[in-house]
């Protein structure tokens, strides 16, 4: 199984940038696709951004040009840099690894996930 661990969470004005962590650790990890995703109270699970084991990634529309996805397998690391934020990006977040899978924005095809950081954009 994987164990995955958020990190970099915090509190960041509008405008500002945040750079989250995801990271790893268990077998086969540099073979699983990664992903990001964020849950706002009352809503459903965001699929934010994924990367896959060679590096090509994916971006929702609501992110895309201001939040960047990256891996080091070596570091068994998944980064996330968030930038130009806005309110609405208040969340909490979750870095999540799938088996290679068509919809790397589907919460439900994810199998393993972390606890979630908190990122609030507020002045």
């Known amino acids: 199984q994987l164990r995955l661990v958020e990190s970099g969470g915090g509190l960041v004005q509008p405008g500002g940038s945040l750079r989250l962590s995801c990271a790893a650790s268990?077998?086969?990890?540099?073979?699983?696709?990664v992903a990001w995703f964020r849950q706002v109270p009352g809503k459903k699970r965001e699929g934010l951004a994924s990367?896959?084991?060679?590096?090509?990634?994916t971006y929702a529309d609501s992110v895309r040009g201001r939040f960047t996805i990256s891996r080091d397998n070596a570091k068994n690391t998944v980064d996330l840099q968030m930038n130009s934020l806005k309110p609405e990006d208040t969340a909490i977040y979750y870095c999540a690894a799938a088996w290679p899978l068509i919809d790397e924005l589907e919460p439900s095809g994810y199998d393993d996930w972390g606890q979630g950081t908190q990122v609030t954009v507020s002045s």
């Open positions: 990367i896959t084991s060679f590096g090509r990634a």
């Open positions: 268990g077998f086969n990890w540099e073979h699983r696709y």
